[in-house]
């Protein structure tokens, strides 16, 4: 069975920074593409960036260019998203998505708030 | 930065069909923008029905399709049920970035 699990969010004050992580299981990790989503309360989803299989090609979109960086562990099966000036519109449920968008993790929450 | 535009509501009656867009500021869109659309219903994460354009996935009713419509991608229900009630997002291609619509709130009424 396919799982993602997302873990790391929590509350932090803007301008700090904050890890998360998005633990894979039940696939072949290594071949995959990958994606982080995020949702802010009440709103739209936002795709957030892309890391190819090797982690060779990466994207992110322009909200978060320059202050996250996406990469993963194929060894640990493991995908991180680093976060770095986070700001109050950061705040969001953040979501893992294998590939084409098949397979979502659960969510973790990130709250930016003084 | 391109913008991804869709209907921010529709209705449909139950065993009726309605047909949602996502078009893209930038011009028509095409099978290269590789369309997604997803199915999210609240305090869920979303649920993906279709990708690069028609494909299904095992879980996706066959009541749903998509398809390319006048410049726009489209999904398409046949034979609306009341479990298809929920926020229906698009998702573009762009060169390597993705973008999200705005969400259609489709109501089964």
């Known amino acids: 069975e396919v799982q993602l699990v997302e873990s790391g969010g929590g509350l932090v004050q803007p301008g700090g920074s904050l890890r998360l992580s998005c633990a894979a299981s039940?696939?072949?990790?290594?071949?995959?593409?990958m994606n982080w989503v995020r949702q802010a309360p009440g709103k739209g989803l936002e795709w957030v960036s892309y890391?190819?299989?090797?982690?060779?090609?990466?994207y992110y979109a322009d909200s978060v260019k320059g202050r996250f960086t996406i990469s993963r562990d194929n060894a640990k099966n493991s995908l991180y998203l680093q976060m770095n000036s986070l700001r109050a519109e950061d705040t969001a449920v953040y979501y893992c998505?294998?590939?084409?968008?098949?397979?979502w993790g659960q969510g973790t929450l990130v709250t930016v708030s003084s | 930065q391109a913008v991804v535009t869709q209907e921010p509501s529709l209705t449909v009656s139950p065993g009726g069909t309605v047909t949602l867009t996502c078009g893209s500021s930038?011009?028509?869109?095409?099978?290269?923008?590789?369309p997604y659309w997803f199915q999210q219903k609240p305090g869920q994460a979303p649920r993906t029905l279709i990708y690069?354009?028609?494909n299904k996935h095992s879980w996706t009713p066959a009541r749903f399709s998509g398809s390319l419509l006048g410049g726009k991608a489209a999904l398409t229900l046949s034979g609306a049920q009341p479990e298809d009630e929920a926020e229906y997002y698009c998702?573009?291609?762009?060169?390597?970035?993705?973008?999200f619509g705005g969400g259609t709130k489709l109501t089964v009424l």
């Open positions: 890391i190819s299989s090797s982690g060779s090609t990466i």
């Open positions: 998702l573009l291609s762009y060169s390597g970035a993705r973008l």
């Open positions: 690069d354009t028609s």
């Open positions: 998505a294998r590939a084409h968008f098949d397979y």
């Open positions: 039940g696939f072949t990790f290594s071949s995959y593409e």
């Open positions: 930038t011009g028509a869109v095409t099978s290269g923008h590789y």
